[in-house]
């Protein structure tokens, strides 16, 4: 069974600070990497892929992604209110049946 | 404009009744899905189709059927309706190249009653 473990929080952190979301994986053939984030009552929509490792930013994310350790993490850096949302840790094996498994979530709280 | 979209957004519904719920996508996609989520917040996926042929199928009660009349659509429909059903339901596609993302639709919030 290919598993995503992430820490389900609830992450709470004072605007302005970095907020780190980490997660790992169990299957090594694992080659996409992709955060969604989530606010309530919403669907998922992705901010961050990766597919190679070392780091990958775009304005204040960053995710990195080391495969020897099957790790994967999203960094947030000065963060928002507006940034509050569940994040959603996703792996992919590739091939013809390509599908996502999901990770449960980390809620994140970024305090005024 | 809506890339993937669902009807009914809303669904409240009888044990045992049967439903169902419909996506579109007009991105061109060739790859469309169909999620669970429960109310842990944890999706998981539940059926897959490619150019309205069926790729993925996971461990789902076959009183859930899904059905691709075409690669803009994908419908799930639910027979006897149970307790454990209620959650939302998300669609999503994707185009054919190997690591694109998945693009979702707002999702149907199914309550059983």
């Known amino acids: 069974q290919k598993e995503v473990e992430q820490n389900s929080g609830p992450l709470s952190v004072p605007e302005g600070a970095i907020a780190s979301l980490n997660c790992t994986y169990s299957d090594r053939g694992s080659q996409s990497f992709f955060w969604y984030r989530q606010y309530s009552g919403k669907s998922p929509e992705l901010i961050m892929s990766i597919y190679s490792n070392g780091d990958k930013e775009d304005g204040r994310f960053t995710a990195q992604l080391n495969k020897a350790s099957q790790y994967v993490s999203l960094l947030i850096r000065d963060s928002q209110p507006s940034d509050s949302a569940t994040y959603l840790c996703?792996?992919?094996?590739?091939?013809?049946?390509?599908?996502?498994?999901f990770g449960k979530g980390t809620l994140l709280t970024v305090n005024p | 404009d809506t890339a993937v979209s669902q009807t009914p957004k809303y669904l409240v519904t009888q044990m045992g009744n049967d439903k169902s719920i419909k996506c579109e996508q007009n991105?061109?996609?060739?790859?469309m899905y169909w999620y669970k989520q429960d109310s842990k917040k944890f999706l998981k996926i539940m059926f897959s189709?490619?150019?309205?042929?069926?790729?993925i199928n996971e461990t789902v009660p076959n009183r859930f059927s899904p059905k691709s009349p075409d690669k803009a659509h994908l419908n799930l429909h639910i027979n006897s309706l149970e307790l454990g059903d209620s959650a939302v339901y998300f669609c999503a596609s994707r185009p054919g190249t190997s690591g694109s993302q998945q693009f979702f639709g707002p999702g149907t919030r199914l309550t059983v009653l």
């Open positions: 189709y490619n150019n309205k042929e069926l790729i």
């Open positions: 991105l061109g996609h060739d790859t």
């Open positions: 996703a792996v992919s094996s590739g091939g013809s049946n390509y599908k996502l498994t």
